[in-house]
């Protein structure tokens, strides 16, 4: 790391689990590597877009908080977004989708998800951790990224660091989407070409069903629980698996694929999420119940880059 | 070009180009070439480009690339497609202690086949395998087709951990294990070629397309080469 980069922000106490992330790893699906990369995107971008950073800087994926204690080593400015996993500086609660100045000595700590799953710690010009493979991001199944570039999550006594710069801190504006992807239950999916192999009852039932999240949920891929789906494909050859992918195993309980899932696979798919919708299931605690809406591509897109118009 | 290639919609940016319905090792020449030709068509438009043994998931730019612009640029990649010379991909030979101690599933193959335990390793090395696709994990290559003597199935209850380096077969597929993960492959042996090394740089040993042909080594020989003799069921 260069002489530059400033110690900042040191681990007290790990917690369950906090990883760097960035806009995840891409052009490398072809070596059997992973995507990685912020798992609700959109609160994210919200976090960087609050330092005025650019949108896919490196920042920290806080995973239900569950006591994760960071010690503040210089006086810097940071943003908060997406879940509100009770975030504190010293005693002071910390709300998500603001600017907050730390000084040297002060602790942050997350403690439990009162709203969602995952809070993102920005930091000003993003973290400067090793690029591996185009990417800062952490995918520990494949011992990439992360503070060492070895892929390692979050632990005690890490050093979190960056190079220091000017901060331009934003509020957020009037009705901003900052916490979209906290509200809402429906989940778009764009229907694939294997879905005419399910049948007329499955797919009545996949878009009108309630599907509860299992709690085998990870930023592999999601389980939802709920009525049998049958697909005339069993398995088949494998081949690539898109971000958000909705597919069905033979014990007809789909598993929606995120982030860090395999590059190919063999079960048939429904479709697959919009980039919204994955953002969205990310935010979701096992136990949370959802619905399977199919939309168009066409309207998928269009939503998708009205969603990118608010980092303007 | 192949008949009945077929472009689907797999996500809002996704689309799938479907070469073949079957696994087969002459499908190779045209994925090798299909990946290169819509690697040159798309140039920075594409995200990413995941061959795998009968497709292609092409993953373009839906911000600066219409879905019609995207599939018409797939079809003419597909008119024009000639198969890739047979040889264009690398031919590798690589080494493998075949042992109990790192192949644990060495004896149940044999059981299974009917072969004693050095047949099965004669076999194993006795033919170049085509890297069909990579997946899995950051250089994990599928190969094939092992001999259908040598098919048996995976494990019931895959392994927590299997070791770097290890060599298994499942069905008739063959494939090495570039990192320490859990898998469910007969393991029969342990090579020390350092592929998760190689994926990790981005320029991965094994590519689509490649051959490999595997060589029975002496333990001796092995250690000179680093490997790793931990025996597999030990605590990793």
Same mark, same amino acid.
């Given at each position: 790391m260069s002489h530059m980069t400033h110690s900042l922000l040191r681990v007290v106490q790990a917690g369950p689990l906090a990883l760097v992330v960035d806009g995840g790893r891409f052009?490398?699906?072809?070596?059997?590597v992973t995507q990685g990369g912020a798992a609700d995107w959109v609160s994210f971008h919200w976090a960087n877009w609050l330092l005025g950073?650019?949108?896919?800087?490196a920042a920290l994926e806080i995973v239900l908080?569950?006591?994760l204690t960071l010690e503040v080593e210089q006086d810097a400015t940071l943003a908060l977004a997406g879940?509100?996993?009770?975030?504190?500086?010293d005693d002071r609660p910390l709300a998500p989708g603001t600017t907050f100045a730390v000084m040297a000595g002060q602790r942050l700590s997350f403690h439990q998800p009162?709203?969602?799953l995952r809070a993102y710690l920005a930091v000003p010009g993003g973290l400067a951790t090793p690029v591996v493979l185009g990417s800062r991001s952490a995918t520990p199944r494949e011992q990439l990224g992360g503070p060492r570039g070895d892929g390692s999550a979050l632990g005690d006594g890490d050093r979190l660091e960056w190079n220091p710069c000017q901060v331009r801190g934003r509020r957020l504006p009037f009705?901003?989407?900052?916490g979209v992807t906290l509200r809402g239950n429906q989940l778009a999916l764009v229907p694939?070409? @294997?879905?005419?192999?399910?049948?007329g009852t499955s797919l009545y039932r996949a878009f009108n069903a309630t599907w509860r999240i299992d709690t085998r949920a990870d930023r592999m891929g999601v389980r939802l629980l709920g009525p049998e789906l049958r697909c005339?494909?069993?398995?088949?050859v494998s081949e690539g698996i898109p971000m958000g992918a909705v597919q069905v195993p033979p014990d007809g309980q789909p598993i929606v694929l995120l982030n860090?899932? @395999?590059t190919i696979g063999g079960y048939p798919r429904l479709g697959a999420l919009t980039p919204l919708a994955a953002a969205r299931l990310a935010q979701c605690l096992p136990g949370k119940e959802v619905g399977l809406m199919a939309i168009s591509r066409e309207r998928a897109l269009a939503s998708y880059r009205s969603c990118l118009e608010a980092f303007r | 070009m192949t008949h009945g290639a077929r472009i689907e919609l797999a996500a809002m940016d996704v689309l799938m180009v479907r070469l073949f319905d079957d696994i087969d090792e002459s499908n190779m020449s045209w994925i090798v070439a299909a990946d290169r030709a819509l690697r040159d068509a798309f140039g920075?438009?594409?995200i990413d480009l995941v061959p795998s043994y009968t497709t292609l998931m092409l993953h373009y730019d839906c911000l600066r690339l219409t879905h019609g612009e995207a599939k018409a640029r797939i079809e003419a990649v597909l008119s024009r497609l000639e198969p890739a010379a047979a040889g264009l991909g690398r031919r590798h030979e690589i080494p493998v202690w075949y042992?109990?101690?790192?192949?644990?599933e060495l004896e149940r193959v044999a059981e299974r086949t009917g072969l004693s335990v050095e047949e099965v390793v004669q076999r194993h090395c006795g033919r170049d395998y085509y890297v069909f696709a990579l997946g899995f994990?950051?250089?994990?290559s599928f190969m094939g087709m092992v001999e259908e003597t040598l098919a048996v199935p995976r494990l019931k209850t895959p392994r927590r951990r299997v070791a770097a380096g290890s060599v298994g077969i499942a069905d008739r597929q063959t494939a090495i294990y570039p990192l320490l993960s859990p898998g469910g492959w007969n393991i029969l042996g342990r090579t020390a070629v350092p592929l998760f090394e190689h994926a990790r740089s981005g320029e991965p040993l094994l590519l689509p397309g490649d051959r490999v042909r595997f060589m029975a080594i002496s333990r001796s020989e092995f250690e000179r080469q680093g490997g790793n003799t931990i025996p597999l069921e030990a605590a990793l």
């Open positions: 052009g490398v699906r072809h070596l059997g950073n650019a949108l896919d800087a908080g569950g006591g879940a509100d996993l009770d975030a504190r500086l009162r709203d969602g009705g901003s989407a900052q694939g070409a @294997q879905i005419g192999h399910f049948s005339r494909l069993g398995s088949m860090d899932r @395999q | 920075d438009l594409l042992d109990l101690s790192v192949g644990p994990a950051p250089g994990y």
